[in-house]
């Protein structure tokens, strides 16, 4: 069955940790992608990679960093660099870096800074 | 940056159709109009995609005017399962970057 996946669904950190959110494809898709969504509000773009080993920043990216080691999978760390990491965080991925290409999204992240 | 502007929210009746307009004034020339569709807490979901006139799939249609600074997106017969927060997406002509609207949530009643 295929899909992109996301875990944990729901995260709960202490104010001044490092969190990993996990994002895993296996569409066998080139380019990823690391969204946030705050309440009410659309989604907004932190990082994406078009390749293996090589990833772009977005319009959001301080705070944030990513690792493309492998083509299923792009983790995204949110600092204690980031000054209000509470949203809800959304991954996807597309069949090439075309940008025109539709984009599949995971089911999300809900990360909650204590 | 472009802005995406589309009505904060909308209400309709089940068998009706809904029209969501998406302004956007500084489109990149070679760039598609996307729309997804969002439940609650889950990642949007492609509904359609065009460039000029008029596409249409068969979950919607979508018009483009010819100076494509505007798009519409039309759901035929809504059903209380299309309730649901609806984005457009096109890319800016300064930045080329591609940015979502902020979205129209549309509440279907019974």
């Known amino acids: 069955d295929g899909g992109i996946t996301q875990s944990p669904k729901y995260l709960f950190r202490k104010e001044g940790q490092n969190v990993t959110l996990s994002c895993e494809q296996n569409?066998?898709?080139?380019?990823m992608y690391w969204y946030r969504q705050d309440p009410g509000q659309g989604l907004r773009l932190i990082y994406y990679?078009?390749?293996?080993?090589?990833?772009q920043k977005g319009d959001i990216a301080e705070g944030y960093s990513v690792s493309r080691e492998k083509k299923e999978s792009f983790p995204l760390t949110v600092t204690s660099a980031q000054k209000n990491p509470t949203a809800f965080y959304l991954c996807?991925?597309?069949?090439?870096?075309?940008?025109?290409?539709?984009?599949?999204f995971g089911p999300g992240t809900r990360l909650t800074v204590l | 940056l472009a802005k995406t502007t589309q009505p904060i929210s909308m209400d309709s009746y089940e068998g009706q159709e809904v029209n969501i307009t998406c302004s956007h004034n500084?489109?990149?020339?070679?760039?598609?109009i996307t729309w997804y569709q969002q439940f609650p807490s889950q990642g949007p979901r492609f509904i359609i995609q065009?460039?000029?006139t008029k596409v249409t799939n068969e979950v919607a249609s979508l018009f483009i005017p010819a100076d494509r600074k505007s798009s519409t997106l039309s759901l035929p017969r809504v059903s209380l399962s299309d309730t649901a927060v609806y984005y457009c997406?096109?890319?800016?002509?300064?930045?080329?970057?591609?940015?979502f609207g902020t979205g129209t949530r549309l509440q279907v009643f019974p």
């Open positions: 500084n489109i990149a020339t070679n760039d598609y």
């Open positions: 569409l066998n898709h080139d380019a």
């Open positions: 065009g460039y000029k």
């Open positions: 990679s078009q390749i293996v080993n090589d990833f």
């Open positions: 996807a991925s597309s069949i090439d870096p075309d940008r025109h290409n539709e984009q599949f």
């Open positions: 997406l096109v890319g800016d002509g300064n930045t080329d970057k591609l940015i």
